[in-house]
Nanobody, 116 residues
């Protein structure tokens, strides 16, 4: 069992930046790492990922603005968010997923609010 503890987030004006961190209680190197978000009244949506080979991808809505990274030595993943927009307002969750989808671990969620 891996526990994920998130930090960062908060209130920022449109155009601002925030960085989210997610620290795991165990080794993350064998997992695909993901960030998701959920806005009020909407389904949780995928934001970005880096698999265990280091291949990164992100949703079209955040491409060019959000950058995900991971530091396996520190068992930590990050989400650098730049040029934030009000529509980025959501609760953000980090996630670790095994290749066979048999294991999935979630952070506690952190609120990001972008004011216009």
């Amino acid at each position: 069992q891996v526990q994920l503890v998130q930090s960062g987030g908060g209130l920022v004006q449109a155009g601002g930046s925030l960085t989210l961190s997610c620290v795991a209680s165990g080794c993350i190197s064998v997992y695909d790492a993901n960030w998701y978000r959920q806005a009020p009244g909407l389904r949780r949506e995928w934001v970005a990922s880096i698999n265990d080979y280091g291949t990164a991808d992100s949703a079209d809505s955040v491409k060019g603005r959000f950058t995900m990274s991971r530091d396996n030595a520190k068992n930590t993943m990050y989400l650098q968010m730049n040029n934030l927009k009000p529509e980025d307002t959501a609760v953000y969750y980090c996630n670790l997923m095994s290749h066979d989808f048999s294991a999935s671990y979630w952070g506690q969620g952190t609120q990001v609010t972008v004011s216009s």
